[in-house]
């Protein structure tokens, strides 16, 4: 390449060609050194910061103190509440993900059609994305209130006589997040498929109609087809961001009632910032992420079975 390029100038010589070469690159890395500083610093800092703080015992006021692999040690055998919290966190997950993904497809097939005001539509369903997480959740609440609530004053008009008390019920505490979660991320997967479905050349369907294939067979045999790479990008994102969840437990039970709803992050937030034991929950997060990369990888690895990119 550099040959080539010292050909297209047969005027300069190489050696001052290498010198301008040179100058041209250091100040391409000046252009890039205030973002490659910042993701140092506040990034690549941190997560290497925190790899060494899981090995110590460190309450902020006192001097770390390293105990080597002993706070790993602790959480995988000797803490059931950790244990208690990893179910559910995976619950969540699982309640969350499918269902969502599903509804998100529905809706994007839905909206995928040539009628007026659906513009209307896309936007009422995007609404909960952009909406802050402790607003919605808060409003959630209200609607969760179990005497005078939205949701119980419509059990009851519709005959049911003992509707759950929802937040303060240890079994169904954690479907009211999960309900929760799929409404607020519904909108951002739905937009996802819509772009995908967009993109599906109409004359397949044309022809797959002649042919007389029905409804069905068209989404089985092209639709679902051709929007696997889509669909793998939104289980990877909904995965990643499930194991995640924080602020729907935060704002709505406080990880309560017992330990019902106390999800991974928030477990990590309780040992960091109310019980201040750094390290042990230094060590929760690099659990956290050696889970989601177990199942990010495996999923890659699985892909090749089900994602059609040809």
């Known amino acids: 390449m550099q040959l080539a390029l010292e050909r297209q100038r047969p005027g300069v010589r190489p050696s001052r060609w290498r010198r ?16 490659l500083v910042g993701t140092l610093v506040f990034a690549v800092g941190p997560v290497l910061a925190a790899l060494a703080l899981g090995l110590f015992a460190w309450d902020i ?9 002993d ?13 208690t919290v990893l179910l559910n966190t995976s619950a969540y997950v699982l309640g969350t993900v499918p269902i969502r993904t599903a509804l998100a497809l529905l809706l994007a097939i839905a909206l995928n059609q040539q009628l007026r005001g659906l513009s209307l539509f896309r936007a009422a369903f995007f609404l909960p994305t952009i909406t802050s997480a402790v607003a919605a959740a808060t409003v959630w609440r209200w609607i969760y209130e179990p005497n005078f ?3 119980n004053s419509l059990l009851y008009a519709i005959g049911v006589q003992h509707a759950p008390t929802w937040l303060s019920s240890p079994a169904w505490a954690m479907p009211a997040l999960i309900l929760l979660g799929i409404w607020q991320g519904l ?8 772009a995908g479905l967009q993109g599906i050349p109409t004359h397949l369907y044309e022809a797959a109609a002649i042919d007389g294939a029905g409804w069905w067979a068209r989404f089985r045999h092209i639709t679902l087809p051709l929007i696997s790479p889509t669909t793998f990008f939104v289980l990877i994102i909904s995965v990643i961001g499930s194991y995640q969840v924080f602020d729907q437990a935060f704002v709505l039970t406080e990880g309560g009632p017992g330990y019902a709803t106390t999800t991974l992050v928030y477990y990590i937030y309780e040992y ?3 019980f201040f ?7 929760m ?3 956290l992420f050696a889970i989601v990369f177990v199942l990010t990888v495996t999923q890659f690895r699985v892909q090749a079975r089900w994602v059609h990119y040809d």
Request: net charge positive; aromatic share 20%; proline share 6%.
């Open 272 to 274: 960091a910032f109310q």
């Open 71 to 83: 706070n790993y040690r602790t959480l995988l055998l000797d803490d059931p509440v950790f244990r």
């Open 149 to 151: 609530g939205v949701l």
């Open 187 to 194: 909108g951002f997967q739905m937009v996802i498929f819509l």
């Open 20 to 35: 301008w070469r040179r100058r041209y690159d250091l100040e391409g890395y000046l252009f890039l050194a205030p973002d």
């Open 61 to 69: 006021l006192t001097p770390p103190r390293f105990v080597g692999l």
């Open 277 to 283: 034991k750094m390290g042990y929950a230094a060590a």
């Open 285 to 287: 997060a690099w659990i």
